[in-house]
């Protein structure tokens, strides 16, 4: 019991608030990185009023961006940064030195393999031991980084403007970056703990100070220009940070209040797996998984608030007029805890992630994207055995699913009444189902996975493979009715007027992943 509580007030990186850990009964790794994040917020609101492009010059902001980064690396993870360090400096050797008709494929080799070689060790060799937050997650985010700059590199220079797709012409560069760019893009502090991953292009415009004019005048060309939007000032993003802050402080202390009683680990517990009815079981499941939730939701806000309050992440003018600041946002909140199917929950849930994988595999992979797109994103979190159980969990799942939807949801679509039962029915069996594939996500090892899926008799398991095989029999569904037609019309006309950066990753793909 000593040992566990000397673990959880160790650290690989400074050790100066050990005594607020202590004070607060946090771990310290924990406590360095939210003293970090917190102090990232108050240097985003310095850089963007006194080290704004018209303030200094890009080379001065690319520069602090970066040396700030750096620190955060060394304050919450000490001699680990160098592990982050060296795959973005190897990483640099190959955009500059490497053949541009493989230059991706090579990032994407050398990133992947950096990454899967620590998150290997975090499990076999330190078995299990690494700290909750270790210096394998900013080096996920900066996989993501070098990889999406690697294929834009690639976009830009190498291939022609007709075999691009128009999103990949966007994001499209034709010049290689220098050092201290590729070194801002990929460690700035905005951005190095948590991320997300954004588009080499949007975080120069940001740098340099096109970001928010360049999507005004974007906003301004779609109306004709008789909105004046190109000519107004930038608009503040003191509005989005307090209201993302907000949301902040609700989950902090959802997380302090309810989280910490419900742990994850007591679905496992063997006296309770051995004498607590199967709803109580089912129950106490749905429960601790929704709790887990606000940890992630704190996390990602946050980060999205320090983008925001240094200037970027500026989307456009929503559909009332008023600044938008989703751009690189990394969740809905609403749109997981009202989700009503298995995809909806997928495409609000980490979407800059979803978004990195369709840019590199979905989109590109010749055949077998889907298949492909599931194995890199396993490879992506890691290997411990409880994140494979998930992902395989999901496929019968996802089959299932998409079955039942295509044979049964036209029935529901004349009445709202019976929409609405509908509704109601599938979000319940959809969080259900999130909460039964998402646990081994949380368990990690194999036994306790083992040990929850045989207390819930594997029935998510059976009832979606039966599923899956007796509807796949079935054929088409039929035509759908006039009032379906209006509203699937009506549902599509509203789909494309959202505009792009808005989008769940896999909004196009609805004919596939449904």
């Known amino acids: 019991m000593g040992e566990r509580a000397d673990t959880a007030f160790n650290t690989t990186g400074s050790k100066w608030l050990l005594p607020v850990s202590e004070y607060l009964g946090f771990p310290l790794d924990q406590v360095n990185f939210l003293a970090c994040q917190v102090f990232a917020l108050a240097a985003a609101f310095w850089f963007r009023l006194y080290l704004s492009p018209s303030h200094a010059n890009p080379l001065v902001r690319h520069a602090v961006a970066t040396l700030l980064g750096i ?96 999103e990949q012409k966007l994001l499209a560069i034709n010049v290689r970056p220098s050092l201290i760019e590729y070194l801002s893009y990929n460690l700035n502090f905005l ?12 975080y120069v415009d ?92 704190f996390a990602w806000t946050l980060a999205d608030a320090v983008n925001n309050a240094a200037g970027y992440g500026f989307s456009g003018m929503d559909e009332n007029g008023k600044p938008s600041w989703d751009l690189i946002c990394n969740l809905n909140i609403l749109g997981i805890e009202t989700a009503t199917s298995f995809k909806t929950f997928i495409d609000n849930w980490n979407i800059r992630t979803g978004i990195w994988l369709k840019a590199v595999c979905y989109d590109r992979a010749p055949k077998h994207r889907l298949a492909l797109t599931f194995i890199l994103s396993a490879l992506w979190h890691g290997v411990y055995p409880g994140y494979y159980f998930t992902f395989i969990t999901a496929i019968p799942i996802t089959m299932a699913a998409r079955a039942i939807r295509k044979s049964i949801r036209h029935y529901f ?65 039929r035509e759908p009715s006039a009032t379906t037609k209006t509203f699937s019309s009506t549902s599509s006309s509203l789909s494309s007027s959202c505009s792009a950066d808005c989008q769940p990753v896999h909004s196009n793909n609805n004919d596939k992943v449904d």
């Open 71 to 166: 620190a955060f690396l060394i304050f919450c993870f000490g001699w680990y940064s160098a592990h982050i360090l060296t795959v973005v400096v190897a990483s640099y050797l190959i955009i500059i030195q490497a053949d541009i008709n493989n230059v991706h494929r090579y990032s994407m080799v050398t990133a992947m393999g950096y990454l899967t070689a620590c998150q290997v060790s975090r499990v076999f060799i330190f078995n299990y031991g690494i700290l909750s937050t270790d210096f394998s997650g900013p080096l996920m985010i900066v996989t993501q980084k070098i990889t999406t700059l690697a294929f834009q590199l690639h976009d830009g220079i190498r291939k022609k403007s007709e075999q691009l797709t128009p």
């Open 206 to 297: 940001f740098i340099e100070g096109r970001h928010i004019s360049r999507r005004l005048r974007q906003h301004s060309g779609t109306c004709n220009g008789q909105n004046g939007y190109d000519k107004m000032p930038d608009p503040s993003p003191l509005n989005a940070v307090c209201q993302k802050l907000l949301v902040c402080c609700g989950c902090m202390l959802f997380f302090l209040t309810v989280t910490r009683s419900l742990p994850i680990t007591y679905n496992v517990d063997p006296h309770f797996v051995s004498h607590a009815p199967f709803l109580t079981r089912l129950t106490y499941a749905f429960f601790s998984i929704q709790a887990a939730r606000p940890k992630f939701y």
């Open 191 to 202: 951005s190095i703990l948590v991320g997300p991953c954004s588009n080499y292009k949007d």
């Open 413 to 477: 679509l004349g009445f709202r009444g019976l929409k609405l039962g509908y509704d109601t029915l599938t979000w319940a069996a959809t969080q259900l189902a999130i909460c039964y594939t998402v646990m081994p996500f949380l368990l990690l090892a194999v036994e306790p996975t083992l040990v929850y899926y045989r207390s819930m008799y594997f029935h998510v398991h059976i009832i979606s493979i039966l599923a899956a095989i007796v509807l796949h029999q079935k054929h088409k569904p």
